[in-house]
């Protein structure tokens, strides 16, 4: 990724008003490589519905976030290159739990990623809504080992109401530099080029109000299918949890 006014956008954004190009995934670079195996090694530790719950750690913690079908369980399943490492209910919404997976060595892990639940469906009961963004709003406004964020925004749609929310709980923290922020815009593939374009300029616009000379705050277009943003978003989150290495 490359950096534009303190964001980041994909290496080589897509130019021209045509249907993007369905070609094979780019090798992916040494240092992709590295982080890509690193995340590979992620594993189920706990599963917790309240915040007490959660272990205490020092070790940096990087949470997933998004809307019900923005493709978060997705997205962490083509990180971690697992197949079912994170679970999508069949009913989008009910899942009511955040689950901690541990990385790196089994003798020594060196990191977490936290699978929160998604928000926004409206078969979900009002009652159970607001329970979950208080919990939400409570992990990502207090959580000691919360390290970065990355938000699963489905790139047709950008930015919603209860995105915007979610950025409020956390945008504090993004500000002077304790929570890292990358925004991932999922189903890419179905956009074309011009499309991929504006949804890029559309969200970076709307999260300059949260940079700072302090903040991390980064964007790409991700697709799942065609595996686009991947190796970069896998290089970023190795980046957050390992100071110093390759980035």
Known sequence: MTALGGLMTQRNPPPGPTRAPRPDAPAPTSDEKIALAWAHTARFLTTASELPQLPPTELPEIAFVGRS???????????????????ASKTPGRTQHINLFELGPKTGADALFADLPGYGYAAVARGAKLRWQQVMADYLEVRRSLTGVVLLVDSRLGFTELDRQLLGFVSPRVGNGSVKLLVLLTKADKLNRKEAREALAGVQAELGDMTTDE?????????????????????????????????
């Open 215 to 247: 903040a991390d705050v980064g964007v790409t277009l991700f697709s799942a299918l065609e595996k686009t943003g991947v190796g970069d978003a896998a290089l970023v989150l190795y980046g957050w949890t390992h100071p110093g290495g390759s980035r």
């Open 69 to 87: 079908n923005a493709g978060k369980s997705t997205a962490i399943n083509m990180l971690t290159q697992q197949k079912r490492l994170a679970f």
